[in-house]
């Protein structure tokens, strides 16, 4: 073979190549995105406490810097919210490590009702502050 007849297959091979490796790091990048799911666990007992699980699903560790746990009703743009708690201002950041939950226990004084009657049509939604990101509104409870 001589080199014009080599020159297209190289080239060939080239661009199969890279685009076999460009496929690679797409899927890198999907694998490794950023990713938080939101559980809870409540109980109609004030003593026992409601309990709101924040998992870290990514491969990175994130920094919460804040957080507050809301009944909304509507939708965006006319969605109303009212607190039901939010984080210490003082409380400083919490680091949740990859592949792991941080749990929020919400007992006597800061335990709050989901029953039909406390809801009232409404939902209870988590609004996570992490460093880094804009605020991300998750729905807890019913979902």
Known sequence: MNSAEMSPLIAWWGAGL???????????????RFRLEIG???????????SI??????SRPLILSYWEVLYCSGRWPLRKSQDIACAEH???DRRI????????????SDYFSWGHKALKGRRIYIRLF????????KLVYPS
């Open 18 to 32: 890279s685009t076999l490796l460009a496929i690679v790091k797409l899927w890198e990048l999907w694998r490794d």
């Open 40 to 50: 809870y666990s409540f109980a109609g007992d004030a003593t026992v406490g409601n």
């Open 53 to 58: 699980l924040i998992r870290n699903l990514s």
């Open 90 to 92: 003082d409380s400083g």
């Open 97 to 108: 490590e990859p592949h792991s939950t941080l749990e929020l226990h919400f007992t006597e």
């Open 130 to 137: 992490v460093a880094g990101r804009r605020p991300i509104l």
